[in-house]
T-cell receptor
Framework: SQTIHQWPATLVQPVGSPLSLECTVE??????LYWYRQAAGRGLQLLFY??????ISSEVPQNLSASRPQDRQFILSSKKLLLSDSGFYLC???????????????FGQGTRLTVV | AQSVTQLDSHVSVSEGTPVLLRCNYS??????LFWYVQHPNKGLQLLLK??????LVKGINGFEAEFKKSETSFHLTKPSAHMSDAAEYFC????????????FGKGTMLLVSP
């Protein structure tokens, strides 16, 4: 069966420090991968998605970047964190669907990031 | 373009009474629709999904949802609430195309009192 791992679970970082959140998926190949951010009362905001190694699409221009160095690894990074980067970050994967209608995504347990 | 509107930010019920969480969607294509549940500081768990098969979809933990194209709705129901159902629920629509990006509603917090 497929599993998704995301770490760390919680993180407290000072303003201006770098960030690296990692996500890995097991039990599937060539997944679509996603980073979402969740702010209180605002639902989930798609930050980045990837359909293959080295292929990253950004939905929202901001202080963050993403990379996909391996098929089942997705990394969220920042060179200098801002206070506004605080939030709950979720990694997710879905099966590649070709031209068919979208399929569901499966989520990791999330990372609570607090920038102080 | 696609969007999702969850009509209630909070819903309060008593244990043992029915649950209704309302969702309306907008989509340029025949949509795939999902309900997810999130407990505090946890990831999202898929409750159920609609992908153009039966319009009444049954999910986990006794939840079900009915796709009504004429009303562009996908409301989530459960006959009898349990304390463990207290959580935030998200209605989600999926795009049609080469990748699956999900558009989330803002969520409905379900509060269950004894």
């Amino acid at each position: 069966s497929q599993t998704i791992h995301q770490w760390p679970a919680t993180l407290v970082q000072p303003v201006g420090s770098p960030l690296s959140l990692e996500c890995t998926v097991e039990g599937t190949s060539n997944p679509n991968l996603y980073w979402y951010r969740q702010a209180a009362g605002r639902g989930l905001q798609l930050l980045f998605y990837s359909v293959g190694i080295g292929q990253i699409s950004s939905e929202v221009p901001q202080n963050l970047s993403a990379s996909r160095p391996q098929d089942r690894q997705f990394i969220l990074s920042s060179k200098k964190l801002l206070l506004s980067d605080s939030g709950f970050y979720l990694c997710a994967w879905s099966a590649y669907t070709g031209i068919r209608a979208g399929t569901e995504a499966f989520f990791g347990q999330g990372t609570r990031l607090t920038v102080v | 373009a696609q969007s999702v509107t969850q009509l209630d930010s909070h819903v309060s019920v008593s244990e043992g009474t029915p649950v209704l969480l309302r969702c309306n969607y907008s989509s340029s294509y025949s949509p795939s629709l999902f309900w997810y549940v999130q407990h505090p500081n946890k990831g999202l768990q898929l409750l159920l999904k609609y992908t153009s098969a039966a319009t009444l979809v049954k999910g986990i933990n006794g939840f079900e949802a009915e796709f009504k194209k004429s009303e562009t709705s996908f409301h989530l129901t459960k006959p009898s609430a349990h304390m463990s159902d207290a959580a935030e629920y998200f209605c989600v629509v999926s795009s049609f195309g080469g990748y699956s990006t999900l558009t989330f509603g803002k969520g409905t917090m379900l509060l269950v009192s004894p």
